[in-house]
């Protein structure tokens, strides 16, 4: 949607993305058109992507607080679309040590939005649960070696060394909001 320059109107044509993509996801047989119901997930989840980085954009120069409110629901719409998605990849209910080759870039891409949407949550508990996605992408990238993937592993790296300090950062600011 590059070529619409109104973040307003950006927003509106995803939002008829996700809504014309739902009837097809709601009729589709999930078990006999396994792939196909995988990929329609997968673009839903980076159509509630897409719409959510859209949305933190047009509220950066909001309030935090007002800004928060505003966010939730296009963060958790975000989160529960890639979850839905990756339910599909998982294996009992645990992230899986390896899936087939045309789903690996999409299942790293997920891991990484669904930790990019928790971050938006300006919490400890969320931002936790980003770093619990980011060791995920982290650890599944080194024992798959997938090839196109090497920038991923090193920002991984990277936020899993940074996020740490961010989580004790916020500990310490909510603390000093509750004793005060």
């Known amino acids: ?6 973040l307003t109107r950006r927003l509106a044509m995803h939002k008829r993305r996700a809504e014309l993509l739902q009837l097809p996801l709601r009729e589709l047989n999930e078990n006999a058109y396994v792939q196909i119901y995988r990929q329609a997930l997968f673009d839903m989840a980076t159509i509630r992507s897409d719409m959510l980085e859209l949305r933190t954009v047009q509220l950066e120069d909001e309030p935090e607080q007002r800004r928060n409110a505003k966010l939730a629901p296009f963060v958790a719409d975000a989160i529960a679309a890639h979850t839905e998605f990756l339910r599909r990849l998982d294996k009992d209910g645990k992230p899986p040590d390896k899936v087939d080759d045309e789903s690996a870039h ?10 990019r949407a928790h971050s938006r949550i300006p919490s400890a508990a969320s931002l936790a649960e980003a770093l619990s996605q980011m060791e995920i992408v982290s650890t599944f990238l ?11 592993v090193k920002v991984c790296d990277e936020m899993i060394q940074l996020l740490p300090l961010r989580i004790a950062d916020l500990n310490k600011r909510e603390a000093a909001k509750s004793s005060v």
């Open 106 to 115: 999409a299942y790293v891409n997920s891991r990484l939005s669904l930790s």
């Open 142 to 152: 080194k024992a798959n070696n997938i090839k196109g993937m090497e920038e991923e």
């Open 1 to 6: 949607m590059a070529f619409e320059p109104q």
